[in-house]
């Protein structure tokens, strides 16, 4: 049933975030995925990614957070079509603007994935994050 390994690859791909697991994370991307990340305050003009950013981005990610975890709270897959909404908190792991290493950003995002054969083709984040202090 493609509902449920739609479900399963999505956990798979936050399970994948949260251990930093470069490989397992890739593993569940199209060659010709496109994602997209409208503004916010990390990226005010937002952001548009192939793979090979996508992975650029991800392995540079590791070096300013220590942990990140996301809380799912909704989860709904079609055939070919996923949305979440997630409350995700990253603790710092360099000097990030007014932040220090250990404070901890907040953020509240809508993700939507299209798939193709099994893999993720399509990705929009919409990420609301709390006032940094």
Known sequence: MP??????LILSYYKALEAGDGDALFALYDRAVVQTEWPNP??????????E???ADFERAKGVLRSQTYDIKT???TDDYAAVEATWEGVVAIPLGKLVPGDVMTAHIATFFTFRDGRIVNQRNYDCFEPFR
């Open 75 to 77: 989860l709904l897959c």
């Open 3 to 8: 509902q449920d390994s739609n479900r399963e």
């Open 42 to 51: 990390l990226k005010p003009r937002g952001d548009r990614r192939g793979l």
């Open 53 to 55: 950013k996508l992975r």
